[in-house]
């Protein structure tokens, strides 16, 4: 009976490992959200904790809609992902993203910053 329990046990552990160890992080924007930059950014870089593979990208700025990303859509599995965007005029805007993990699980993230005017520097 102990070694059935211990083997209940051990065998749960393992499993709730494997889910904890096979979730996708993001662990580093640039900008960073909520950042006010005093210039444009030249690109926007998402950086995971696991390879994962790029299913869409957003940029939007506030009042003036959507941002026309030069960016081709690969799929290849990667950690990091460098998004050129064109010169941004000042304002607040918004990018959104779906990415997925190796299990085909897909997850959204977004991040939001702020391009300054001269005047507000």
Known sequence: MKNIIYTVF?????????????????VKTSPASGEALESSPS??????????????????????????????????????????????EAGKYKAEWVIMGTDSHKMNSSLSFEVLSSKEL
């Open 43 to 88: 690109s926007l870089t998402f950086s995971y904790s696991k390879k994962v593979r790029l299913v869409s990208i957003k940029l939007s700025h506030a009042g003036n809609g959507e941002i026309n990303l030069d960016y081709k859509l690969t799929y290849a599995p990667t950690a990091e992902f460098v998004i050129p965007v064109p010169e941004l």
């Open 10 to 26: 051990v065998l749960g552990f393992v499993a709730i490992f494997n889910i904890a160890s096979a979730h996708v992080k993001v």
